[in-house]
């Protein structure tokens, strides 16, 4: 027996309990991880309250780092003892969690544990982002929001080393420092945001919006964008976005909206690697620094939801078992 984060049933974050629960075995091609940290993410809170239909119980968690447990049957390119993280898990909020091997990313020397756990979703979500959703160039204008999130500053910081300007929103004076810290080049509040970023940029507007919040920031941010712009909703930290009719792109300036998830960007194992690739890479010669906000412990987990939902984290929130 071990122990998991465990809901019965949707609600709120009490329904979150720390249960004693059977070790998971590994079948073929899988791996078992004992986790040393794993990474909360917003979808989670979906997830536990039933916006997004999951069967009960239910343990959440899809990213973790750890150490290799056990291997199933077929399993050649991981052995007992390796460090490995994953964005594409199950049940993670956990000792112990499986992974399929295919899904499994090696963590280099030079990566910590906690550092493994924060990186694989929201910095291949960075990733492809920048280069699969919209391709930024240098010298394209970008407007981030949630500059200070786990994305915003990851995100961030590789725009920069793009050639990028960028722009971010951010909802306090401590947020606004970290997302200054992280590069940007000018940090706004929500309120009234797409003017400001128009007075920023001379009234052409940005190349680009990476929007993960949703329903609040949502029109504005059509209104942020030059002619042929491109909108990336990657999220809906606010809500989900209501219907709204395609002709508005055409009025705004034939606007593009791409609604993009992480699984359509790692379709193979060729694609997967480079992307972790790339982002572990840069974390681990000090070129990407990834901002771990909060660690909790692993029975704690209905607390860091209340903290990630009510906007009181910066950067990656952690659980460790």
Known sequence: MTHAIVAQQPGGPEVLEYASVETPKPGPGQLLIKVA??????????????????E????????????VEAVGDGVEEFSVGDRVATAEGSKTYAKYALVDAGKALPVPAG???????????????????????????????????????????????LLKA??????????????????????ADDVLRYEGFADKVRELTEGEGVNVVYDGVGKDTFDDSLKSLRI?????????????????????????????LTRPTMAHFV???QERRWRSAEIFDAAANGTLAVRVGATYPLTEAAQAHRDLEGRRTTGKVLLVP
């Open 111 to 157: 990566v910590d544990d906690h550092t493994a756990a924060a990186l694989p979703l929201q910095g291949i979500t960075a990733h492809y982002l920048m280069n699969s959703s919209f391709r930024v160039e240098p010298g394209h204008t970008v407007l981030l929001h949630a500059g200070a999130g786990g994305v915003g500053l990851l995100l961030t910081q």
């Open 162 to 183: 793009r050639g990028a300007r960028v722009i971010t929103t951010v909802s306090s004076d401590e947020k606004a420092d970290l997302s200054t810290l992280a590069g």
């Open 56 to 67: 009960y119980p239910f343990t959440p968690g899809a990213e973790a780092a750890g150490v």
């Open 267 to 269: 379709q193979n194992a």
């Open 37 to 54: 940290a794993a990474g909360v993410n917003f979808i989670e809170t979906y997830q536990r309250s039933g916006t997004y239909k999951v």
């Open 228 to 256: 042929r712009g491109a909108m990336v909703l990657f999220g809906a930290a606010s809500g989900p976005v209501p219907p709204f009719d395609p002709q508005r792109l055409n009025a705004a300036g034939s606007l593009t």
